[in-house]
Nanobody
Framework: QVQLVESGGGLVQAGASLRLSCAASGRTVSRYGVAWFRQAPGKEREFVASRRWGPSTPHYASFVKGRFTAASGNANTIYLKMNSLKPEDTAVYYC??????????????????????WGQGTQVTVSS
């Protein structure tokens, strides 16, 4: 069983940067995927970025447009570095991880149903 804990959210002004962290307790598997999703009030959860716990090329949502970077730290930590933040980036950001079930599923990495483990979320608020 893997537990995910996000941190690093906060209140910033438009144009500022934040770095979110996702720390996993328990054993991670380098080929398994891990993703960031976000959910704003009154909106559906949406995909932000994904990568594997091990070396990999990240995949980003189109709205990221070079502003965000999903990077790995050690084997149990990934980061989401967010630059040039906009008010529309305001949301709760969640870290999600594949387990054996998700890894073998047919869902795309952008689909929340692919992920077996979820963190509690961290609030990001961007003021104009």
């Amino acid at each position: 069983q893997v537990q995910l804990v996000e941190s690093g959210g906060g209140l910033v002004q438009a144009g500022a940067s934040l770095r979110l962290s996702c720390a996993a307790s328990g054993r991670t598997v380098s080929r398994y995927g891990v993703a960031w999703f976000r959910q704003a009030p009154g909106k559906e959860r949406e995909f932000v970025a994904s990568r594997r716990w091990g070396p990999s090329t990240p995949h980003y949502a189109s709205f990221v447009k070079g502003r965000f970077t999903a990077a790995s730290g050690n084997a149990n930590t990934i980061y989401l570095k967010m630059n040039s933040l906009k008010p529309e980036d305001t949301a709760v950001y969640y870290c999600a991880g594949e387990g054996p079930s998700g890894y073998s599923s047919d869902y795309f990495d952008t689909d929340f149903r692919r992920y077996d483990y979820w963190g509690q979320g961290t609030q990001v608020t961007v003021s104009s």
